[in-house]
């Protein structure tokens, strides 16, 4: 979202509301037909798709997005499980981007403009396990949690957010949980935070706090093997942070000399 050694840090999370408990995804196969598209996939706000392979903390570029009369720069991203990017742009325009060849191609989503001009967003698998949901919090306040509807393109408000939710960036798992990742609005020493979003009530069911993770000028989020992938922009280049629930530590495992907007996993992703 515009505007490395392991160190374990688990006093960063001690004051959680909740702890987040991250559950296994369901043996649903045959929602998940294409092996080749369940890494993470990134967006620079200078329109690079770039995928990240969370085992080796590597990236790989796979092209530069160029897509028809946008007017924006790149704010944020959602993958779906076949591998299409759904990239926002600042502008309120949305493009369908192949994961493979950062080919891009116009959609049918026609912006409300107010508090969804732009916002995070991301999808969770649906509880039935054989479909998924794309999911978005306004990055304006009110902080508002909302779905858009494939392949129609319709926005529909679901619950406004905590009021400490500001401008959040959103993962979803396998498991059909959801996540959101975000600077705590009640605070001003620029803390951040991840937390589990109930889908139905916009209510914050699990949280984990980080005092030393600043977003700075772009923020982007991802779930990924267990763990979260945070990307921050704290200095005006991007940092990727990883937070393991498992144990409670944080490390930062990579850096890109590029501003990081927009990050998104696919549900079949391993969990």
């Not at 509301?17 to 890494?39: K, N, R």
């Not at 479909?131 to 494939?150: F, K, M, N, Q, W």
Request: hydrophobic residues 40%; charged residues 15%; contains cysteine.
């Amino acid at each position: 979202m515009a505007d490395v050694a392991d160190v374990a840090d688990v006093a960063d999370v001690a004051d959680s509301i909740a702890p987040i408990d991250v559950l296994p995804p369901p043996d649903v196969t045959p929602f998940c037909t294409d092996p080749s598209v369940q890494l993470v996939y990134v967006v620079t706000e200078s329109n690079d798709l770039l995928s990240f392979e969370p085992p080796s903390a590597a990236f790989r570029t796979i092209g530069t997005i160029h897509c028809p009369a946008r007017s924006g720069s790149p704010f944020s991203m959602a993958v779906d499980h076949t591998g299409s990017a759904y990239v926002l742009f600042s502008d309120g325009e949305i493009f369908k981007v192949s994961v493979k060849d950062a080919s891009c191609a116009a959609t049918s989503y026609k912006s409300p403009g107010g508090t969804f001009l732009t916002f995070g967003m991301g999808f969770a698998r649906d509880p039935s396990g054989s479909g998924e949901t794309l999911y978005v919090a306004s990055a304006s306040s009110p902080p508002t949690l909302a779905r858009i509807d494939l392949p129609a393109f319709s926005l529909t408000s679901v619950a406004l957010l905590d009021n400490s939710v500001s401008a959040a960036e959103l993962t979803g798992t396998g498991a059909g949980q959801l996540f959101g990742f975000f600077a705590d609005a009640t605070k001003t020493d620029g803390s951040s935070s991840i937390a589990e979003i109930d889908k139905l009530t916009g209510q914050i069911t699990g949280r984990a706090n980080f005092p030393s993770v600043q977003q700075g000028t772009g923020w982007a989020f991802a779930f990924w093997g267990g763990d979260f992938y945070m990307f921050t922009a704290p200095a005006g280049t991007s940092k990727v942070t990883r937070f393991r629930p498992s144990d409670g530590s944080l490390a930062d495992v990579a850096t890109w000399p590029g501003v990081i907007v927009g990050a998104g996993v696919s549900t079949c992703a391993p969990g």
